[in-house]
């Protein structure tokens, strides 16, 4: 064998994923993997740290049905205004395994303040928000799977403290701007469309929450829901009809929020978690979690984990720190009346930052 056969002969087998196993085969079993263990993989060999981060490996998980649900966490700062974290947890955890650890993200190439965050697919879409106190109509995009920013197509209009939501695999921008010329009349609310890569207009009815900053929104049933600090609207993409978010669901509704099976949690004036059931129009608190978790006086962000209710909030530091804390969380109804009970799985704290510091959003990516 001359010495160029045996070395084309030696790279080709230094090349496979996993010796003796066909590549196609080594890669639906590396795509098994949960990510928590991708640090280690990614070190057993050069083919194996390619393949983790190649579109093809992604796809392929999804495929396989082997994604799992991260959190995506952002905080804000007297010195960092937008500083990008995830969650890295064992999905299989043991009393002697570390803690869920945050990995910081890439930051945002131009921060604002008050954006608006839509998940669609394996991207975090960051909608407008002001920088140097002046609406943005920019549109950043986060790809998850390789922590790579880029710009998106920009919104007709500026906005800041929009609401925004995704039906059907189209982002929904609502609010933001004030209806002071016909533009921002007829674009009050947006719809992008990421194959045609356009914002288009949202035909709405003459709205008393035109006017407001929206504070909260959230997905419930295929509709729209945005919160202004009194009122609210609905919106159904199907139909293309608005209406106004009834009182009772508008009294109770405090902070931001999130749904999990169907029914909208946040926290109360009493700081205790409480969830609104949209189908019999009642609130109802969590039980089961109180001795787990302090009263939220001071607000909570939640977000919907693979179907578990995950919180996260600011507590008490040393003075000049403040802890950044999070609860992973199972909920589901009992009994008759449909009772909210939880069970808290874990809760940590994540890290701790400089005092006057702020969690400013969390949302759920399937990777």
């Not at 983790?52 to 994604?67: C, D």
């Not at 209806?179 to 709405?204: N, Q």
């Not at 609207?233 to 999990?260: I, M, S």
């Not at 209710?309 to 804390?325: A, C, D, F, T």
Request: net charge neutral; proline share 7%; with cysteine.
């Amino acid at each position: 064998m001359s010495t160029s056969t045996s070395t084309s002969t030696a790279t080709a087998a230094t090349a496979q994923l996993i010796p003796s196993l066909p590549d196609d085969v080594a890669l639906n079993c590396i795509a098994r993997v949960p990510r928590w263990y991708h640090p280690t993989l990614s070190i057993v060999s050069r083919p194996i740290r390619s393949l983790l981060s190649s579109p093809l490996f992604f796809t392929t998980r999804s495929l396989l049905n082997s994604t799992q649900h991260f959190l995506y966490l952002t905080l804000r700062s007297h010195h960092n205004p937008s500083a990008w974290f995830t969650l890295y947890q064992n999905p299989n955890p043991t009393p002697t395994d570390l803690p869920p650890l945050l990995i910081p993200v890439p930051p945002i190439p131009a921060p604002s303040l008050g954006a608006a965050y839509a998940v669609l697919g394996s991207t975090i879409y960051v909608l407008g928000g002001s920088v140097n106190d002046v609406p943005s109509s920019h549109v950043w995009l986060l790809d998850c799977r390789f922590h790579t920013w880029q710009p998106g197509p920009p919104m007709r209009v500026a906005r800041e403290f929009a609401a925004a939501g995704v039906v059907d695999g189209r982002v929904y921008v609502i609010g933001g701007c004030l209806v002071d010329s016909w533009a921002r009349t007829e674009h009050w609310a947006e719809v992008l469309d990421p194959e045609k890569g356009r914002w288009e207009a949202v035909p709405s009815s003459a709205l008393e929450v035109r006017g407001k900053w929206m504070h909260a929104s959230a997905m419930i049933g295929g509709r729209v829901y945005a919160m202004a600090d009194r009122g609210g609207v609905v919106f159904d993409p199907k139909t293309g009809v608005w209406e106004g978010v009834e009182k009772r669901l508008d009294l109770g509704w405090r902070g931001r929020a999130c749904v999990v099976h169907g029914i909208l949690y946040c926290y109360d004036y009493l700081g205790k978690i409480r969830g609104f059931d949209v189908k019999k129009r009642a609130w109802k608190e969590l039980k089961g979690v109180e001795k787990g978790l302090p009263k939220f006086l001071c607000g909570a962000t939640m977000a919907n984990v693979g179907e578990k209710l995950v919180v996260l909030w600011e507590g008490k530091g040393n003075g000049k720190e403040i802890e950044i804390w999070c609860a992973e969380i199972e909920v589901e109804e009992k009994g008759d009346d449909g009772e909210l009970w939880g069970n808290i799985d874990w809760s940590h704290k994540l890290l701790s930052v400089p005092k006057g510091s702020s969690i400013v959003n969390c949302l759920a990516v399937s990777l």
